[in-house]
């Protein structure tokens, strides 16, 4: 048995009385909210053979559009844990390192991508415990009794306020 839930995308475009988003008639639609469970589920079992025979012209849901975008993301380049071959040649990074007959060095392309991961995790730790130890050093001045605008002197005495004055 079909749901009767309401099996609108919210893109509501027609072509011959059926929308292309749910496959809905334009009376149906204006009539959903009236229709009883029976109706409801009679519909949403049309709309579902409407939408089969429009093919490609249906438009899909912002769901299945997300879903299709984040699918065509993770297709890889090339196949993981491929070996990339760089020629040194290519690179004109001047005199080649490797002799003309030495192999060509590979490159791990998922090796370089852990890497990349692993970096920015440790950069997003060290942000936090940057933030963390700046409000330690705020609490400590606020426990000290120190009003807000001399906080920063607290912190660090090394470091001189701005100076303003007039140009």
Known sequence: ??????????????????????????????????????????????????????????????????????????????????????????LDLGEPILGRDAPLPIVDADAARDARKAWKKARKLARKAKKTARRAREAEARARGLPPEEHARALNPSRQPAARGVH
């Open 1 to 90: 048995m079909t749901s009767a839930s309401n099996p609108c995308t919210g893109v509501c475009k027609f072509q011959q009385q059926v929308c292309l988003s749910c496959g809905r008639l334009r009376v149906e639609k204006k009539r959903w909210k009236k229709m009883n469970k029976a109706e409801r589920r009679e519909v949403v079992s049309q709309s579902a053979v409407r939408l089969a025979a429009l093919g490609d012209r249906a438009i899909p849901s912002k769901k299945a559009r997300r879903k299709a975008k984040k699918q065509a993301a993770a297709v890889p380049t090339h196949p993981p844990a491929t070996p990339v071959r760089v020629k040194p040649e290519s």
